[in-house]
Structure formats: structure tokens, C-alpha cells
Nanobody, 123 residues
Framework: QVQLVESGGGLVQAGGSLRLSCAAS????????MAWFRQAPGKEREFVAAVTWSGGSTDYTDSVKGRFTISRDNAKNTVYLQMNSLKPEDTAVYYC????????????????WGQGTQVTVSS
């Protein structure tokens, strides 16, 4: 497993941007599919975006397509989530996750999780 630490969350007005980072420990980071999930108060954790080990393929939930971009830098053991045109409904705790399988939206495919970073979008 890898250890994951998220950063970059904060308070932003609607229409603004944030970039989340997730730093991973371990030499095998480049072999993991990586993903971002989020959880709003009173709701289940939901898939946001995923990227393959190489960064060559990505997937997004429909509500963030065209606004969010996931990317990774294997040399820096870091995955990013660039979030533009933020909306109040994007408010949640955002979690970084790593898995040995495919870059999928299935939460059970990921076995390493960060502690989360809060994103709050004001209207």
C-alpha cells in the first residue's frame, strides 16, 4: 500500500478554481491507478475522477466533466485535481485513493486512502 496526503483545499467563491494535490509515499506509486472521491455532509462518498498508472487515460463523473482535470506526475509521486468553475454543490471533503487495478469509479477497487481535504464553495 501507499500512504497518501492531500492538500490544496479551502474556501472559494462560486466560479473560482482550486487545485488539489495528493502526495504518495513509496517507490511503486507509478504502478497504481489513482482517483479522487468526495463526500458531502449526510451523503455517501462518490467518485469524481480517475487516472491510469501512466496518466494516459482518465475518467470523470458527469457532473464535473469539462470543469475538473485529473493528472499525475510519477516523478513527483503526486496526483492532482484541477477544479475550475466551482459550484456550491462541489462542496465536500475530497479524498485521494490508490488501487492496483484499473482506473475505475468503483470505490472497492481502491485500498489506500488519504485523510481528506475540505473544499467549500460559497454562492
Amino acid at each position: 500500500q501507499v500512504q497518501l496526503v492531500e492538500s490544496g483545499g479551502g474556501l472559494v467563491q462560486a466560479g473560482g478554481s482550486l487545485r488539489l494535490s495528493c502526495a504518495a509515499s513509496g517507490r511503486t506509486f507509478s504502478s497504481y491507478a489513482m482517483a479522487w472521491f468526495r463526500q458531502a455532509p449526510g451523503k455517501e462518498r462518490e467518485f469524481v475522477a480517475a487516472v491510469t498508472w501512466s496518466g494516459g487515460s482518465t475518467d470523470y463523473t458527469d457532473s464535473v466533466k469539462g470543469r475538473f482535470t485529473i493528472s499525475r506526475d510519477n516523478a513527483k509521486n503526486t496526483v492532482y485535481l484541477q477544479m475550475n468553475s466551482l459550484k456550491p454543490e462541489d462542496t465536500a471533503v475530497y479524498y485521494c485513493a490508490a488501487g492496483r487495478g484499473k482506473a475505475t469509479m468503483k470505490i472497492l477497487e481502491y485500498n489506500s486512502w488519504g485523510q481528506g481535504t475540505q473544499v467549500t464553495v460559497s454562492s
